[in-house]
């Protein structure tokens, strides 16, 4: 016996071309897609990785999504981090189950959502943004994953300051993050871990002049690249395209002054 789908389960539901579909699934509710419809009640008690058919006959393969699929189908206003950087993000400032982590710059909140998943039940994540449509969105994104309990948003320029204190761990997705080191540095215990993310090089120079001046060494600066590979054994090559530059990320830690 496999395991089953239930109400309220998001639900992905992968077509012809590979073509995705990501839906909570509620009894009464429907799937438009160009291959027909799904009704929910038809997808409800089914087992995971089960083929189901549209109105027209369309099959598709009902998956439970990963949580990498849910990030790709964020909803958004702006740009979101993209998974490859928020994996090693979340290894290079060591957010884990119980731990706490703060960021500033809360956009659509796929950052947000994948800190959240990490720290479990049992941590908490301090999300800071100064545009309210922008942390609206987010709570929305994060209530729909069943996240919101484990963060905190707050509507406030970083300039003003930042709590808690002694965190082990801050996060800036800002153009300016070097304005705002002396909040950042009196929130952050000795020896833990800041990151940023730029887009360009002349942004990432500035933050690092500024760093030394803020008590944080061990600076690090890198980028990730994903590639990926038809999957066919008689072809087996790389994609035409790739994902390649998204962001410059800057890691450092907090030393004493």
Known sequence: MGIKSQAGDLAMLVGKGRKQFLTQL????KLQTHWGVLRHADLIERDWGSRVKSHSGADFLLLQPTFLDILLHTKRRSQIMYPKDIGYILLRMSVGPG???????????????????????????????????????????????????????????????????????VFLDLPEPERYLTQVRQAMRGGGVLGAILPTTNQVSRLLQALDQHSFGMVEVCETLLRFYKSVPERLRPEDRMLGHTGYLVFARAMQA
């Open 99 to 169: 731990t706490e982590v703060l960021e500033a710059g809360t956009g659509s909140g796929a950052l947000t959502s994948a800190l959240a998943w990490a720290v479990g039940p049992g941590g908490r994540v301090f999300s800071y943004d100064r545009r309210e449509d922008m942390q609206e969105l987010a709570r929305r994104n994060l209530e729909r994953l069943g996240l919101a309990e484990r963060v905190t948003l707050r509507l406030q320029d970083i300039e003003l300051g930042l709590e808690p204190r002694e965190l082990p761990a």
């Open 26 to 29: 509620q009894p009464d509710n």
